[in-house]
T-cell receptor, first 115, second 113 residues
């Protein structure tokens, strides 16, 4: 199994809503990532988890809250988002973030629209 | 700091023609380089990667790339374009710490019938 599965595929939420994005992988990878991708732009790193611990936060606003319940799951909790947060949110995993030759496997993404 | 520059935001080729997508990198350490493809409303799929060893790297779907240290380049090629190759292509490099994939701006490939 070389898949990273993200749910939901599409999400529309109001600015006062609370929602969560989910990501799952069963490749035994110990590093998991959240990326944000705006239209016609490359993905931008948001968070990195290594061995279920938050290792990197790329100065992401607190309205985005990541969680790693176990080595296979990664969540992104959303609260009080703004319309400019509308984007494709990509989850990725890699074997180990300390091994630079480990490529990242990406999920299909969640298309988020904030209204 | 590591970075990649993709030359040309859009490339258009005819079906059956050579595909050449250009990527130049900047890295203070030996780079690990990647090419990813993204189809509309999809995630990213790894085409190929260069870590060490052979400088000509073969990937999936008939793509290959050559690492040229003297030119700091990692251009992606395919001898004969197919309509299904139409997509966004990203060149990427991992940062020194290894935890971050740094993407180029992307090149949209159009394939004409």
């Amino acid at each position: 199994d070389t898949e990273v599965t993200q749910t939901p595929k599409h999400l529309v939420m109001g600015m006062t809503n609370k929602k969560s994005l989910k990501c799952e992988q069963h490749m035994g990878h110990r590093a998991m990532y959240w990326y944000k991708q705006k239209a016609k732009k490359p993905p931008e790193l948001m968070f990195v988890y290594s061995y279920e611990k938050l290792s990197i936060n790329e100065s992401v606003p607190s309205r985005f809250s990541p969680e790693c319940p176990n080595s296979s799951l990664l969540n992104l909790h959303l609260h009080a988002l703004q319309p400019e947060d509308s984007a494709l949110y990509l989850c990725a995993s890699s074997q180990d973030w300390t091994t630079r030759n480990g490529e990242a496997f990406f999920g299909q993404g969640t298309r988020l629209t904030v209204v | 700091a590591q970075s990649v520059t993709q030359l040309g935001s859009h490339v258009s080729v005819s079906e059956g023609a050579l595909v050449l997508l250009r990527c130049n990198y900047s890295s203070s350490v030996p780079p690990y380089l990647f090419w990813y493809v993204q189809y509309p409303n999809q995630g990213l799929q790894l085409l190929l990667k260069y870590t060490t060893g052979a400088t000509l790297v073969k990937g999936i779907n008939g793509f290959e790339a050559e690492f040229k240290k003297s030119e700091t380049s990692f251009h992606l090629t395919k001898p004969s374009a197919h309509m299904s190759d139409a997509a966004e292509y990203f060149c990427a490099v991992t940062n020194t710490g290894g935890f971050k994939t740094i993407f180029g701006a992307g090149t949209r490939l159009f394939v004409k019938a």
